[in-house]
C-alpha cells in the first residue's frame, strides 16, 4: 500500500475516458511488484521440476525397455486416471513420459496458482477492507480486477517460459515442448477466470478460493474418469480443461487446435466475471450468505472449538482427497510389484529390494509417501495462527479468558487431531486399493501402521507453532519439511550418503508392516514433539501480538 500511495500522488478523479478500468496499470504494476517473489519461486518450482525428471528418469529408466514397463503400469484405468490420456504408450520415451504424467500435474499447479493470484487481489483485498482505500482515489471500478488477471497473465507466461526452457535444455523437439508449457499456461488461464467469478459470487476469500477449487478437483475427476476409460480419452475428457491440454499429444502427434479451447473458455468467464463486477457493491457478494445461529454452541466458545470449526471444512477436503488418492495407489500395486520383477533399481527406489515380501515393502513405502501429505497439512493447520494474528482475529479472542498457550495449542492440538485422522484415512485407503493384490488382512495392518507415523508428524507441527511462538518466519520449518520429503522420497535414487538417508526423519520410522515395529525410535521423536510444544507455549507467552 506505501508503494502504492508513495511518490507522485495521484489525481483525485479518474482520468476522462478511462471510467471503470481507471488506475488499472498501476494497479497492476503494484500487484505485480508484490508477487515478485512468488512469481520467481512458482517458475523455479515448476521449471525444476522438468529439471529434475530430466536428470532422475535416464537413472531409473535407463533404456527402452525399463520405459515400457512404465508405460504398461499407465494403460492400466486407475493409471489413466491418475495421469493422461496414454498417447504414445507403445513408444514410451521422455517427452510422451512428460507429455502423459508430468503435465496433469503442472497444469493443475498453475490453476491453483492462478486461483491464489486472482482472489488474493480481489476478494481478499476486499475482505480486509484496503480496496475501498484504493477507490477512493483515481481507481475505476474494475480495476482492481483488471489488474488481477493481467497479474495473473503475466505469471502464467514466465511459467511458461521457464517450462519451455527446462524442456528444450532436455533435448526435448522445441515446437511439442512449447505445446506443452503453452497448455499449461492455458489451463492457469482458465482457473485465473474462474476464480475471477467465483470472486464475484461469494463474499470470502476462503469460500472464492474453494469455490474454485471444487471446480479444479471437478476437472480433474472428470479427465481421469474419461481417461480411464480409452486410450485417447472420451467426451469426459474434452469436458476438462486439463484434458484439454493433454489433447495436444505432444511429442506423439501434436495438434495446436484444442489450446483454442481454452482460450475461448477464459474469454467467455472473463467477460462473466466483469458482467457481475458491475452488479454488485464492493465488499458484497451476489451469492447470499448463510445465515448463522444466534448463539454459538457451548463447544464454539472454547478455544478448541473454535479451531476444530475454523478447519473443518480443510480437514474434510484433505481427507476425501488423500483416502482417493490413496486408494488409487493401492489399486496400482500389482503392477508395479509386476514391473520391481523386469526393473529392479526400481525396488530399490521405493525399498522393496533385497527379497522378502516385496508388495508389503511396497505398501509401506506408499505409506511413508502419503504421511509426508499429513506433515504438509499439519504445518498448514499450525501456520493458520500467523494469519489468525495478522488479521486482528486472535486479538479478539484472547480479549476474552483465554491465555496465549491455550490459543496457540489448541491450533496444535486439532492439527495432530486432523494428522491422525488423514494417517488412518490414507492407511485405510491403501488397504482397501491393495486388498485385491494382497490380501484383505492388509487393511487392518495398513490403517494400524499408518499411526506409526504421526510422532514425526507431530514434530513438524510442533516446529512450526515454535516457529510462530518465537516471532520467527515460518520458512525455516517449510525448508526443512521440504528437504526431509525430497530425501525420503528421492535419496536412494540420488544415491545419497547412508549417514543423510539414515538421519532423515522419515526414514527414522520403521518402515511398518513390512519391518518390525522398533519403539526406540517413536519414543524419541514423540520426545522431541513434546519438547518443541513446550518451547512454543513459553514462546509464545513472552511476546506481544501482531497486526
Do not use: K
Not at 496414454?86 to 491453483?112: C, H, K, P, R, S
Not at 533399481?345 to 533385497?354: D, I, N, R
Amino acid at each position: 500500500m506505501t508503494a502504492l500511495v508513495g511518490g507522485r500522488p495521484p489525481a483525485r478523479m479518474p482520468a476522462r475516458g478511462a471510467g471503470a478500468v481507471a488506475g488499472a496499470a498501476r494497479l497492476a504494476r503494484f500487484a505485480l511488484h508484490r508477487d515478485r517473489v512468488r512469481i520467481a519461486v512458482w517458475v523455479v518450482a515448476l521449471a525444476g521440476l522438468i529439471g529434475y525428471f530430466g536428470a532422475i528418469i535416464p537413472v531409473v529408466y535407463p533404456d527402452a525397455a525399463a520405459r515400457q514397463t512404465r508405460a504398461a503400469i499407465m494403460r492400466e484405468p486407475s493409471g489413466a486416471l491418475l495421469t493422461g490420456p496414454g498417447y504414445g504408450l507403445e513408444d514410451y520415451t521422455f517427452g510422451v513420459m512428460i507429455a502423459n504424467e508430468m503435465l496433469g500435474l503442472l497444469a493443475v499447479a498453475a490453476a491453483l496458482m492462478s486461483v491464489f493470484l486472482v482472489v488474493r487481489h480481489t476478494r481478499a483485498e476486499e475482505e480486509v477492507g484496503r480496496t475501498d482505500l484504493v477507490r477512493a482515489g483515481a481507481v475505476g471500478r474494475q480495476a482492481p480486477l483488471v489488474a488481477a488477471l493481467v497479474d495473473a497473465v503475466v505469471t502464467n507466461a514466465a511459467v511458461a517460459v521457464g517450462l519451455a526452457v527446462a524442456l528444450v535444455a532436455n533435448d526435448l523437439p522445441p515446437a511439442d515442448s512449447l505445446a506443452v508449457a503453452a497448455g499449461v499456461a492455458a489451463v492457469g488461464l482458465v482457473f485465473a477466470a474462474v476464480a475471477a467469478v467465483t470472486a464475484q459470487l461469494t463474499t470470502g476469500a476462503r469460500a472464492a478460493t474453494g469455490a474454485a477449487g471444487a471446480l479444479l478437483a471437478l476437472a480433474f475427476v472428470l479427465r481421469g474418469v474419461g481417461d480411464a476409460q480409452q486410450v485417447g480419452g472420451t467426451a469426459l475428457s474434452w469436458a476438462s480443461p486439463i484434458g484439454w491440454a493433454q489433447q495436444t499429444r505432444a511429442f506423439v502427434d501434436l495438434r495446436w487446435w484444442p489450446l483454442l479451447l481454452p482460450v475461448a473458455a477464459a474469454a467467455v468467464l472473463v467477460t462473466a466475471a466483469f458482467v457481475l463486477s458491475g452488479r454488485r457493491d464492493v465488499g458484497a457478494g451476489l451469492l447470499p450468505d448463510r445465515r448463522g445461529a444466534a448463539h454459538a454452541a457451548g463447544w464454539l466458545r472454547a478455544p478448541l472449538g473454535l479451531a476444530l470449526r475454523l478447519e473443518r471444512a480443510s480437514l474434510v477436503g484433505w481427507g476425501v482427497g488423500l483416502f482417493g488418492f490413496a486408494a488409487l495407489t493401492g489399486s496400482l500395486t500389482g503392477g508395479i510389484v509386476e514391473s520391481f520383477r523386469e526393473q529392479p533399481q526400481l525396488a530399490e527406489v521405493f525399498g522393496a529390494a533385497g527379497g522378502g515380501d516385496v508388495v508389503t515393502a511396497t505398501l509401506s513405502a506408499f505409506l511413508g509417501f502419503l504421511s509426508m501429505a499429513v506433515a504438509v497439512f499439519a504445518t498448514v493447520t499450525v501456520n493458520r495462527l500467523r494469519r489468525e494474528e495478522a488479521d486482528g482475529r486472535a486479538a479478539v479472542v484472547l480479549a476474552g479468558a483465554v491465555g496465549r498457550p491455550a490459543w496457540a495449542g489448541s491450533q496444535l492440538a486439532v492439527a495432530l487431531l486432523g494428522a491422525t485422522m488423514l494417517l488412518l484415512a490414507s492407511g485405510l485407503g491403501l488397504g482397501l486399493g491393495a486388498a485385491g493384490t494382497a490380501g484383505g488382512a492388509i487393511v487392518a495392518d495398513l490403517t494400524l501402521a499408518a499411526l506409526a507415523y504421526l510422532p514425526v508428524v507431530a514434530g513438524f507441527a510442533a516446529l512450526a507453532a515454535l516457529l510462530h511462538g518465537a516471532g520467527l518466519p515460518a520458512w525455516p520449518g517449510w525448508l526443512l519439511l521440504v528437504a526431509a520429503i525430497l530425501v525420503g522420497l528421492y535419496g536412494p535414487v540420488l544415491d545419497l550418503p547412508p549417514a543423510v538417508l539414515d538421519v532423515a526423519p522419515f526414514a527414522l520410522v520403521p518402515a511398518v508392516p513390512a519391518a518390525a515395529l522398533e519403539p526406540l525410535p517413536l519414543v524419541a521423536l514423540t520426545g522431541v514433539a513434546v519438547a518443541l510444544s513446550a518451547f512454543a507455549a513459553a514462546a509464545v507467552r513472552r511476546r506481544d501480538l501482531r497486526g
